[in-house]
């Protein structure tokens, strides 16, 4: 059963919750046969495979109400690993792989109680670090029988909880698949392991004149394995599309351990996209073991427009018009004045700074193609009061266009002790409108915001400035993001543009879809994970937070969403 997170604790009064475990502490001290019953080492069994969450909930319930963390210690107690299960799990798992992989010590684990979205940090049970597909696969049927729960991870450099560890659960690494297994030239295709960074596979076949389209931001240090599981996308997206675009197969390993392969070095394979169903999958349904992405040939000119509005509306308005006129940059990238100064200071790429809204377009092709799309956006902008325009003259300025929005992250440490980076999508005439609501929301919760957005495909990446060492800011944070992305929802876009659902949109799902379609996502989870062991309590919500929303219904007596675990259901249980 899952147990509630710190988010689900504070949207109940303490009182009627104390009042609650109270209540159900005193039953079992009244009718000992229930103690009895989860006293039993069958029974007790079972609970520690479906323990979720819980001890380090246990120390944030103490700075708020010691009552309420004696009793959750107490039903937590009946279900804890004990030492010895500890050292079975661990025992076992040394048969499978060397020793040396196997890390259990808390100095050892420490560094991976957090992916990118760090202000969320969990210790695992251990962590694995498997050295090839058939260690995974040992890894993974040993778990599967003894229901231990696993999560995946690539580099860590997710941005929505997705590696997340639990208490109770291995944490797999794949680090140590980082090679590179074959470059083919002749079919344009790269096949690698999951480890290996994106901007390595680029660097492996640039000799050729080759790269690989899709870059995110953090392609320096991101695993191809992880852009897999994300569907990551970047800069170039709308003409080259995200991960799921130039992928041709990958080796994958279910929770039972079967190894499967899944599409190529073909351009298309017979049967269902089971391809599309892994891509963006977050860790949920199997471990990525190798993959095989496509190559393309560089084009023959590259160049890059500079472009500076004095509104977020002309600039919006220019952007819409670029793609109504059927122009398909290579990259379209929009800054607001907050992030032009920080960008520009951290890496002094020479960013006008008497604009509001800065716009970064890049086209590809050939020599003539480029320099007439360049002609065309230039008088585009210009029609839409653009106040700056500069276009690259050669590929170093071209470049330096791009150092800046290329360090949007890190420049964002000068401006504030935290921020935290959001990720929604939205159609694209609704950019100026979304930039106007964001900034209302600023005001709203008084804490700033620089906005970066992929704006040839409508994706969000606010980035919102806060200090965590001060009280209530991170949940002033989470409310403010919370409500950028149901704005994403409501304007008609997603929740999510590359960064995936993981925990932190997993409330939010309820905005966007209804009980049928979270059930049908459901029954494919079950279908390749039967025993939800695979990645749990990321991705589908808490069932009691859509019931407040009014958006379960219950007919008869049945709800809906059978699979969900039930935030009340594990109380009742014990």
């Given amino acids: 059963f899952n147990l509630p997170t710190i988010s689900d604790v504070l949207d109940l009064k303490i009182d009627d919750l104390i009042n609650f475990l109270q209540t159900s502490t005193d039953f079992f001290v009244k009718n000992p046969q229930c103690v009895d019953f989860l006293q039993n080492d069958q029974i007790k069994e079972e609970c520690v495979k479906k323990l979720i969450e819980g001890w380090y909930l246990i120390d944030w319930l103490k700075t708020k109400d010691q009552r309420l963390a004696d009793i959750f210690a107490k039903l937590l107690r009946w279900v804890a690993l004990t030492e010895a299960d ?9 048969k499978l792989t060397a020793p040396e992989n196997i890390l259990s010590h808390e100095a050892e684990i420490k560094p991976y109680e957090t992916d990118a979205l760090a202000a969320y940090k969990q210790m695992p049970l251990g962590v694995i670090l498997p050295r090839n597909t058939e260690e995974v696969s040992n890894i993974l049927k040993f778990c599967y029988q003894e229901n231990i729960k696993v999560v995946p991870r690539g580099a860590g450099t997710g941005l929505s909880g997705g590696a997340l560890p639990l208490q109770d659960a291995i944490l797999i690494s ?18 690698a392991q999951p480890g290996v960074t994106n901007l390595s596979i680029t660097n492996a076949v640039q000799h050729k004149g080759f790269y690989y389209a899709p870059d995110p931001s953090s392609q320096l240090a991101c695993s191809i394995g ?31 351990g079967t190894i499967c392969r899944l599409g190529g070095k073909a351009l298309d394979q017979e049967g269902y996209d089971m391809l599309g169903l892994i891509c963006g999958s977050e860790g949920l349904l199997g471990v990525i073991t190798e993959v095989t992405v496509k190559i393309l040939k560089k084009p023959q000119t590259v160049k890059a427009a500079l472009i500076g509005f004095p509104t977020h509306e002309d600039g919006g308005n220019s952007v819409s018009e670029i793609i109504a006129n059927g122009i398909i940059h290579a990259g379209m990238e929009i800054m607001d004045k907050a992030l032009i100064e920080a960008t520009d200071n951290f890496s002094k790429a020479g960013y006008p700074r008497d604009v509001e809204l800065l716009l970064i377009v890049e086209l590809d092709g050939t020599v003539s193609e480029v320099d007439e799309l360049i002609n065309k956006v230039s008088e585009i902008s210009k029609k839409n009061n653009s106040s700056t325009i500069k276009i690259s003259k050669n590929e170093k300025e071209r470049l330096s266009f791009w150092i800046g929005r290329k360090a949007a992250f890190p420049a964002c440490g000068a401006m504030a002790p935290d921020y935290y980076c959001m990720d929604g999508s939205i159609p694209r005439g609704k950019l100026a409108e979304a930039l106007k609501e964001i900034n209302k929301l600023s005001k709203k919760y008084n804490l700033s915001v620089a906005n970066c957005f992929h704006a040839g495909d409508g994706n969000l990446h606010p980035l919102i400035m806060f200090d965590g ?12 993001g919370s409500e950028i992305l149901k704005m994403c929802v409501k304007f008609g876009g997603v929740l999510t543009g590359e960064h995936g659902v993981g925990i932190e949109k997993r409330e939010l799902m309820c905005e966007m879809f209804n009980d049928n379609d979270i059930q049908q996502q459901l029954k494919i989870k079950k279908s390749l994970d039967e025993k939800n062991l695979l990645n749990p309590g990321k991705v589908y919500p808490i069932l009691r937070k859509c019931a407040e929303e009014g958006r379960v219904h219950v007919h008869r007596g049945e709800e809906k969403f059978p699979d969900l675990p039930r935030f009340w259901l594990y109380i009742k249980a014990w």
């Fill in 469 to 480: 060492s001060k009280k209530d800011e991170l949940r002033k944070t989470e409310e403010f």
């Fill in 226 to 256: 992880g852009n897999v599981a994300e569907n990551s996308g970047g800069v170039h997206s709308l003409k080259y599309g995200t991960t799921t675009n130039n992928i041709l197969g990958v080796e994958i390993v279910l929770m039972d």
């Fill in 174 to 191: 794949l680090t140590k698949f980082n090679k590179i297994l074959e470059i083919d030239f002749e079919n344009k295709c790269v096949v």
């Fill in 86 to 94: 500890k050292e079975y799990i661990f025992n076992k798992l040394k």
